[in-house]
């Protein structure tokens, strides 16, 4: 009898790590097709295909399309967001923390850019998911950058002012190179290869984009601009 039970334990472990591995699966392959058509060129069939799964196999693990494209923006997020908390909750000056966390979104941006580019025009285009996950991002790692810029203020180590004011200043040096970048090889390759030749590797080298983000913070330390 104990033997039994022992096999039909690994026989039931066997099945979970079975279902586990389609699910995991099933994500990666639709976030490998979501960077390179957006979510908008994602259907349950296409997913199932490229997967060499069956449209079933989907419906058992996700349910349907928007549960699946919701599940998939937030394990794509979670390691941008985590990491900003932790490093926003580290006994640090706020200043340091600030450059931290900044350096967390550069890393993201550089890692995910074409991914990021393909999900802002999933939104102009009216997918649902990409709508509801943009327009809750506020609340989350943004908000957090907003209050480390506040407590930088208190302690008087950046200028004062409209503290969304600074947070725009610094998402536009930093971010807003990346998303333009990712934004002219994903829209339209030909058009935009004038311009992406022009500029060179610059818009998204990440020694370059860190150099930009140097400069932005020194533009708001305390002492180094009126």
Not at 176 to 185: H, K, M, N, T
Request: overall charge neutral.
């Amino acid at each position: 009898k104990a033997i039994r039970r022992q096999r039909q334990m690994c026989i039931r472990d066997s099945h979970m790590t079975k279902r586990r591995s389609t699910r995991e699966h099933l994500l990666n392959t639709g976030a490998m097709i979501a960077s390179e058509s957006g979510l908008r060129g994602l259907t349950v069939r296409g997913l199932s295909l490229r997967a060499g799964t069956n449209p079933g196999s989907f419906v058992y693990h996700f349910g349907n399309r928007d549960a699946f494209l919701n599940e998939l923006l937030e394990r794509w997020y979670e390691p941008l967001f985590t990491g900003v908390r932790t490093h926003a909750n580290i006994h640090l000056p706020s200043l340091k923390k600030l450059e931290i966390i900044l350096e967390d979104i550069m890393d993201f941006l550089l890692l995910h850019g074409e991914f990021i580019a393909q999900l802002v025009l999933d939104a102009l285009a009216g997918e649902k998911e990409a709508i509801r996950f943009i327009s809750g991002l506020h609340t989350r790692h943004p908000f957090v950058l907003l209050e480390t810029i506040q407590a930088a203020q208190e302690e008087g180590s950046i200028v004062s002012g409209n503290p969304m004011n600074i947070l725009i200043y610094l998402v536009c040096c930093g971010g807003a190179p990346f998303i333009l970048s990712g934004q002219l090889q994903v829209h339209d390759p030909q058009a935009a290869r004038p311009v992406l030749e022009l500029l060179g590797s610059i818009l998204s080298d990440p020694a370059s984009a860190k150099q930009r983000m140097h400069w932005a913070l020194n533009g708001i330390r305390q002492g180094e601009c009126t």
